[in-house]
């Protein structure tokens, strides 16, 4: 691992303690305003990495398509990535299923009924049928196609832009006079996004140190206290699910699971204090390739897809949180309700955008699939941003490790660093 990262990273994880003390301190002192006067730093550190996303990712897919060669090769990478995404957000749901039902966070928390006037006298009713779920999916994948590839450019929508890089460099492979300045002009666009990234990276212990002084001297700790049964079901099923990412990452990449957590702490930390997944995109390509040797046509190619598709720790939060909001109402969920809440929990993850608090919005998708009222969604708002900043984490471990697992199916894996660990 290069001696800059570590430190980098040695500075970052500093930054964060400190603003995560700092922060507490003036939430209990009363002088939680004066982190007004350097709310700006966060802001501009934040924007810097939303600078690199569309010029990092455009450039990255495409490049990622003329390097491996053939659309065959794009394909069964994809396929495995997808393949990889579907089962690890699965088994993240599965965990936060039951957590929930073990520790049964929202039962008599006894929030009255209001609101239960939604629910239809058989749950299963109001279930989104085949014919919804359907429609649901199709939705998600027709918004997928961009109707103008320069507005999803402009606008920064990832998953639009994904799909236009992939058409654009699989012709590109077919008609390589043509395409020819358009490779050149990526192939720089490419290199020197990922030095302004460097550059930027620079700048993560102040701006993460602003971000979490500001998450904490605002929020302090009345909410944490008044829902611990809940965070703690959502944080124990998401460590029960970073351990299980870990164990996968530790034996495809041969290496210590301190070595890997070393490798990542930049991304990870990065996610945990802006509670982005685009936003840290950036930062998690240069990583994975530098400090864990992926391969740099995996990180290109699977990490921007994982970014916007594969949230593992949106979709156990949003399971976890739909069923709390059933305990809270004195709902019983019956099996054929947790399997519609584990399907749409999945999808709606799929369909978060990768920003601060989109789990919380697509949650509708997964109340309103099982006839709970979406009222329940302001029972958790206030400890929504801090869980945010952990399933966040996670998101990006699923992400970084879904490059490791895709690289080491070819033997790849590991070839790019040194030193082991
Ligand atoms: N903030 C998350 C992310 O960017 C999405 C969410 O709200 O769960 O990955």
Redesign the pocket.
């Known amino acids: 691992m290069q001696e800059a990262s570590k430190s980098d990273a040695k500075k970052i994880g500093i930054a964060m303690l400190s603003g995560l003390v700092i922060g507490l301190i003036l939430h209990k002192t009363g002088y939680a305003w004066l982190t007004e006067y350097l709310d700006p730093l966060g802001t501009i550190f934040v924007r810097l990495l939303k600078m690199m996303i569309v010029p990092l990712v455009f450039s990255s897919i495409f490049m990622a398509m003329i390097n491996l060669g053939t659309p065959e090769a794009m394909g069964t990478m994809g396929r495995r990535a997808v393949i990889y995404y579907f089962v690890t957000t699965a088994i993240a749901v599965f965990f936060g299923m039951i957590f929930v039902n073990l520790i049964n966070p929202g039962v008599g928390a006894s929030l009255g009924t209001a609101g239960l006037e939604n629910l239809s006298g058989s749950m299963a009713e109001k279930v989104v049928g085949n014919k919804g779920l359907y429609q649901t999916i199709l939705g998600v994948l027709i918004s997928a196609i961009p109707k103008n590839p320069f507005e999803a450019l402009a606008n920064a929508t990832v998953l639009q832009l994904i799909i236009f890089a992939i058409l654009l460099g699989w012709v590109a492979l077919y008609h390589k006079q043509d395409a020819d300045p358009i490779v050149k002009f990526m192939g720089s666009l490419e290199k020197l996004s990922l030095a302004l990234t460097h550059l930027i990276l620079k700048f993560a212990p102040i701006g993460i140190f602003v971000l979490m002084l500001d998450v904490m001297a605002k929020s302090g700790m009345t909410a944490i206290i008044s829902l611990s049964k809940y965070i703690l079901t959502v944080i124990v099923g998401l460590s029960c699910h970073a351990l299980f990412l870990m164990f996968i990452a530790s034996t495809r990449l041969k290496k210590s699971p301190l070595y890997i957590l070393k490798g990542l702490s930049a991304p990870l930390l990065t996610a945990f204090s802006t ?4 936003a840290t995109l950036p930062i998690t390509m240069t990583s994975v390739e530098e400090n864990l040797g992926v391969h740099k046509d995996t990180a290109k190619f699977v990490l921007p897809l994982g970014a916007t598709v594969n ?1 593992d ?2 979709a156990l ?1 949003e399971s976890v949180a739909a069923i709390f909001i059933a305990q809270a109402y004195g709902h019983d969920l019956g099996i054929a309700q947790q399997l519609v809440i584990f399907l749409t929990a999945s999808l709606a993850a799929v369909g ?1 955008a ?7 919005i697509t949650m509708s998708i997964v109340l309103t699939a099982v006839g709970l009222p979406l009222e329940g969604i302001g029972l958790i708002l206030a400890v929504d941003r801090l869980l ?1 900043m952990f ?2 984490t996670v ?1 990006v471990f699923g992400d970084c490790v879904g490059t490791i697992w895709v690289d080491s199916m070819d033997g790849q894996i590991g070839k790019h660093v040194e030193s082991g660990g």
Do not use: E, F, K, W
């Not at 509670?275 to 685009?278: I, K, L, N, Q, R």
């Open positions: 509670s982005s997944s685009a949230m720790g949106t939060y978060a990768a920003i601060p608090g989109a789990g919380l945010d399933r966040t998101n």
